[in-house]
């Protein structure tokens, strides 16, 4: 498994400002007899689907990154890991309610070959997206398929690994700022265009919707290695990012 570049680790929960987006980066690899402590507090139906999952590395990748949420969110509330309830959006996004929501927490989770990204926020929609570098799936069809018009003409000015690069800069942010929205595959993600350079994450270049809605959301590039690329998007701007290690022990 390749690693991510290591984010510091903090000596107890950082404060979370209104004005402060957070992401936590979590090693999914963690012994069985961890995972098995953070299944504990994991609610009825979070366990149910633990358990259909067929293949046990990824039953056991999804206990490991949903008890992990219930740490790091409990940390931010002060209370216990296992009081923390969800319900879902129409689009099946979960969120908070009971004692989570009244601290105004809003959250988002992506995982990728073994390691998985949390981003947290106050009373701000945030959405992150978190890939393997691939070369066989940044090919030109899925590109056409799935990107706006002018991404797709930027990536094939691009040769060799700086065209797979972009490729997974360009997913990212879309799959974070679709994240951020809470409507799933419902916004299609041609309606909106992305930077494809790397060195361009600042918020949406253009949408269907709008100058209002591009002006609406902030985004940045995560530092994740040339194995991973990895976006955070938070709603209005002037937000600061924070960057965090969650240590299993």
């Not at 507090?41 to 949903?66: C, I, K, M, Q, S």
């Not at 809605?213 to 590039?221: G, L």
Request: net charge negative; proline share 5%.
């Amino acid at each position: 498994m390749s690693a991510l570049p290591e984010w510091p680790a903090p000596t107890e929960t950082p404060t979370l400002a209104g004005d402060r987006v957070h992401v936590w980066q979590v090693a999914l690899g963690c012994s069985d007899r961890v995972a098995a402590g953070l299944s504990r507090a994991l609610g009825p139906a979070e366990l149910a689907r633990a358990e259909a999952f067929r293949f046990d590395t990824d039953r056991h990748d999804f206990v490991v990154r949903r008890g992990v949420l219930r740490r790091v969110l409990a940390g931010y509330h002060g209370c216990a890991p296992g009081e923390l309830t969800y319900t879902h959006t129409p689009f099946g996004q979960p969120v908070l309610c009971g004692p989570g929501n009244a601290a105004g927490l809003r959250f988002s989770v992506s995982s990728s070959a073994g390691w998985a990204l949390i981003a947290v926020a106050r009373d701000r929609a945030v959405g992150v997206d978190l890939e393997r570098v691939e070369p066989r799936r940044a090919d030109d069809d899925l590109a056409t398929r799935f990107f706006a018009p002018g991404e797709v003409e930027q990536l094939a000015k691009l040769k060799g690994q700086v065209r797979v690069r972009a490729f997974f800069d360009c997913w990212t942010r879309k799959e974070a700022y679709i994240k951020a929205r809470g409507e799933g595959l419902s916004l299609a993600l041609d309606s909106f265009g992305v930077p494809v350079q790397a060195d361009r994450a600042d918020g949406l270049l253009w949408s269907s919707e709008g100058l209002g809605e591009v002006d609406r959301w902030a985004m940045e590039a995560l530092p994740c290695g040339s194995d991973y690329a990895g976006c955070v998007v938070g709603e209005g701007r002037g937000w600061t990012l924070d960057l965090w290690r969650w240590s299993l022990g």
